[in-house]
Protein backbone atom coordinates (compact mmCIF):
# COMPACT_ATOMS: atom_id res chain seq x y z
CA UNK A 1 0.00 0.00 0.00
CA UNK A 2 1.54 3.53 -0.89
CA UNK A 3 0.82 6.70 -2.21
CA UNK A 4 2.70 9.83 -3.37
CA UNK A 5 3.33 11.33 0.10
CA UNK A 6 4.02 7.88 2.13
CA UNK A 7 4.17 3.95 2.04
CA UNK A 8 3.16 1.21 3.96
CA UNK A 9 5.34 -1.48 4.63
CA UNK A 10 4.10 -4.45 7.11
CA UNK A 11 7.31 -6.25 9.59
CA UNK A 12 6.12 -8.85 11.78
CA UNK A 13 2.30 -8.04 12.07
CA UNK A 14 3.42 -4.18 12.52
CA UNK A 15 2.45 -1.71 10.01
CA UNK A 16 4.94 1.36 9.24
CA UNK A 17 4.13 4.35 7.36
CA UNK A 18 6.98 6.18 6.19
CA UNK A 19 6.39 9.84 5.01
CA UNK A 20 8.32 10.36 1.92
CA UNK A 21 7.19 13.36 -0.44
CA UNK A 22 9.55 13.88 -3.59
CA UNK A 23 11.14 16.96 -1.79
CA UNK A 24 12.44 15.11 1.01
CA UNK A 25 10.38 17.65 3.83
CA UNK A 26 7.47 15.41 4.08
CA UNK A 27 5.27 18.48 4.75
CA UNK A 28 1.65 17.69 5.34
CA UNK A 29 0.01 19.30 2.59
CA UNK A 30 -4.26 19.22 2.74
CA UNK A 31 -4.24 16.27 -0.02
CA UNK A 32 -1.77 14.17 2.06
CA UNK A 33 -3.43 14.79 5.13
CA UNK A 34 -6.58 13.73 3.76
CA UNK A 35 -5.38 10.32 2.09
CA UNK A 36 -3.03 10.07 5.44
CA UNK A 37 -6.90 10.06 6.88
CA UNK A 38 -8.07 7.44 5.05
CA UNK A 39 -5.11 5.06 5.01
CA UNK A 40 -5.05 5.40 9.14
CA UNK A 41 -8.42 4.39 9.75
CA UNK A 42 -8.13 1.49 6.74
CA UNK A 43 -5.28 -0.26 8.83
CA UNK A 44 -6.95 0.38 11.97
CA UNK A 45 -9.36 -2.07 10.74
CA UNK A 46 -6.54 -4.82 11.11
CA UNK A 47 -5.61 -3.74 14.79
CA UNK A 48 -2.00 -3.90 14.31
CA UNK A 49 0.55 -1.32 15.83
CA UNK A 50 1.82 1.23 13.33
CA UNK A 51 4.58 3.06 13.27
CA UNK A 52 5.05 6.58 11.72
CA UNK A 53 8.50 7.48 10.36
CA UNK A 54 10.02 10.00 7.74
CA UNK A 55 13.72 9.69 6.29
CA UNK A 56 17.08 10.68 8.06
CA UNK A 57 16.64 14.61 7.80
CA UNK A 58 13.12 15.07 7.84
CA UNK A 59 10.13 13.21 10.14
CA UNK A 60 7.97 15.99 8.82
CA UNK A 61 8.54 20.35 8.14
CA UNK A 62 4.95 20.54 8.98
CA UNK A 63 2.00 21.54 6.78
CA UNK A 64 2.96 23.29 3.60
CA UNK A 65 2.68 26.74 4.10
CA UNK A 66 2.40 27.44 0.32
CA UNK A 67 -1.28 25.80 1.28
CA UNK A 68 -1.82 27.83 4.22
CA UNK A 69 -1.07 31.05 2.12
CA UNK A 70 -3.45 30.62 0.10
CA UNK A 71 -5.91 30.04 2.71
CA UNK A 72 -9.30 32.47 3.02
CA UNK A 73 -11.28 32.18 6.04
CA UNK A 74 -13.20 29.21 5.15
CA UNK A 75 -10.66 27.53 3.75
CA UNK A 76 -8.91 28.02 6.57
CA UNK A 77 -11.25 26.18 9.03
CA UNK A 78 -11.97 23.26 6.31
CA UNK A 79 -7.74 22.79 6.71
CA UNK A 80 -7.83 23.05 10.29
CA UNK A 81 -10.88 20.68 10.62
CA UNK A 82 -9.01 18.03 8.23
CA UNK A 83 -5.51 18.39 10.55
CA UNK A 84 -7.45 17.97 13.41
CA UNK A 85 -9.66 14.62 11.73
CA UNK A 86 -5.94 13.15 10.90
CA UNK A 87 -4.79 13.52 14.74
CA UNK A 88 -7.88 12.35 16.14
CA UNK A 89 -7.63 9.20 13.96
CA UNK A 90 -4.12 8.52 14.93
CA UNK A 91 -4.99 8.77 18.23
CA UNK A 92 -7.93 7.05 18.13
CA UNK A 93 -6.18 4.02 16.63
CA UNK A 94 -7.11 0.55 18.13
CA UNK A 95 -3.46 -0.60 18.96
CA UNK A 96 -0.16 1.31 19.93
CA UNK A 97 1.36 3.94 17.61
CA UNK A 98 5.23 4.94 17.79
CA UNK A 99 6.53 8.08 15.91
CA UNK A 100 9.97 7.04 15.07
CA UNK A 101 11.59 10.53 14.49
CA UNK A 102 15.12 11.13 12.83
CA UNK A 103 16.07 14.61 11.74
CA UNK A 104 13.07 17.84 11.82
CA UNK A 105 9.65 17.24 13.49
CA UNK A 106 8.03 20.94 12.97
CA UNK A 107 4.59 22.29 13.45
CA UNK A 108 2.13 19.73 11.95
CA UNK A 109 4.67 17.00 11.96
CA UNK A 110 5.21 17.76 15.55
CA UNK A 111 1.61 17.60 16.05
CA UNK A 112 1.41 14.10 14.14
CA UNK A 113 4.29 13.15 16.93
CA UNK A 114 1.90 13.81 19.71
CA UNK A 115 -0.98 12.30 18.57
CA UNK A 116 0.93 8.94 18.71
CA UNK A 117 0.65 7.29 21.72
CA UNK A 118 4.77 7.18 22.20
CA UNK A 119 7.84 8.53 20.57
CA UNK A 120 10.81 7.46 19.99
CA UNK A 121 13.75 10.17 18.62
CA UNK A 122 17.18 9.66 16.53
CA UNK A 123 19.97 11.47 18.36
CA UNK A 124 19.88 14.30 16.05
CA UNK A 125 16.02 14.76 16.12
CA UNK A 126 15.06 18.35 16.26
CA UNK A 127 11.26 19.44 17.60
CA UNK A 128 9.18 23.02 17.19
CA UNK A 129 6.44 24.58 16.44
CA UNK A 130 7.59 27.80 14.63
CA UNK A 131 4.65 29.17 13.64
CA UNK A 132 4.41 31.76 15.99
CA UNK A 133 7.65 33.10 14.16
CA UNK A 134 5.49 33.45 11.26
CA UNK A 135 2.34 34.92 13.17
CA UNK A 136 1.30 31.56 13.34
CA UNK A 137 -0.69 28.98 15.48
CA UNK A 138 -1.18 25.24 15.29
CA UNK A 139 -5.85 24.25 14.87
CA UNK A 140 -4.64 20.72 14.87
CA UNK A 141 -4.53 19.98 18.46
CA UNK A 142 -1.00 20.11 19.22
CA UNK A 143 -1.96 23.32 22.14
CA UNK A 144 -3.81 20.75 23.88
CA UNK A 145 -1.12 17.69 23.70
CA UNK A 146 1.77 19.23 24.41
CA UNK A 147 1.00 21.04 27.50
CA UNK A 148 -0.10 17.73 28.50
CA UNK A 149 3.23 15.65 28.10
CA UNK A 150 5.72 18.42 29.39
CA UNK A 151 3.38 20.99 31.38
CA UNK A 152 2.18 24.26 30.48
CA UNK A 153 5.04 26.81 31.01
CA UNK A 154 7.19 24.59 28.91
CA UNK A 155 4.58 24.37 26.17
CA UNK A 156 4.49 28.07 26.41
CA UNK A 157 7.98 28.49 25.89
CA UNK A 158 7.81 26.01 22.72
CA UNK A 159 4.70 27.34 21.01
CA UNK A 160 5.18 31.42 21.84
CA UNK A 161 8.71 31.63 21.63
CA UNK A 162 8.87 29.13 18.45
CA UNK A 163 11.95 27.50 20.10
CA UNK A 164 13.65 24.69 19.02
CA UNK A 165 14.62 21.64 21.15
CA UNK A 166 17.21 18.73 20.66
CA UNK A 167 16.33 14.97 21.03
CA UNK A 168 18.06 15.07 24.79
CA UNK A 169 15.77 18.17 25.94
CA UNK A 170 12.95 16.46 24.35
CA UNK A 171 13.67 12.74 26.49
CA UNK A 172 14.35 15.33 29.45
CA UNK A 173 11.09 16.74 29.67
CA UNK A 174 8.85 14.16 28.83
CA UNK A 175 8.31 14.62 24.92
CA UNK A 176 10.43 11.71 23.84
CA UNK A 177 10.09 8.22 25.92
CA UNK A 178 13.90 6.85 24.37
CA UNK A 179 16.30 7.96 22.07
CA UNK A 180 18.04 5.49 19.62
CA UNK A 181 19.98 5.86 16.77
CA UNK A 182 17.83 3.50 14.39
CA UNK A 183 14.38 4.76 16.07
CA UNK A 184 12.42 2.64 14.11
CA UNK A 185 13.73 -0.43 14.71
CA UNK A 186 13.78 0.12 18.35
CA UNK A 187 9.89 1.20 18.07
CA UNK A 188 9.50 -2.18 16.40
CA UNK A 189 11.42 -3.77 19.52
CA UNK A 190 9.60 -2.44 22.29
CA UNK A 191 6.34 -3.34 20.20
CA UNK A 192 7.31 -6.97 20.38
CA UNK A 193 8.51 -6.98 23.71
CA UNK A 194 4.95 -5.74 24.85
CA UNK A 195 3.43 -8.24 22.43
CA UNK A 196 5.87 -10.89 24.20
CA UNK A 197 4.51 -9.99 27.53
CA UNK A 198 1.20 -9.37 26.83
CA UNK A 199 0.59 -5.64 27.97
CA UNK A 200 -0.43 -4.39 24.94
Same mark, same amino acid.
Given at each position: ????? /?? #???? @??? !???????????? *? %?????????????????????????????? /??????????? +???????? !????? +?? @?? %??????? /????? !?????? !??????????????? &? #?????????? &??????? $???????? *???? %??????? %??? /??????????? +?? &??????? #?????? +??????? @? &???? @??? $?
Amino acid at each position: MSGSD /FR #IDEH @QEI !YILRLCSEDGTN *R %LTRSCVLKLTDTVGELARGKRPLVIAGNER /FFSAGADLGDV +AALDGPSA !YEFSK +AG @QE %LMSVVEG /FPAPV !YAAISG !YCMGGGLDLALACDH &R #IGAPHAVFGH &RGAALGL $ITGWGGTQ *RLPR %LVGKGRA %LEM /FVAAEKIGAAQ +AL &RIGLLSG #IDNDPV +AEAVRRI @Q &RSLT @QNV $I
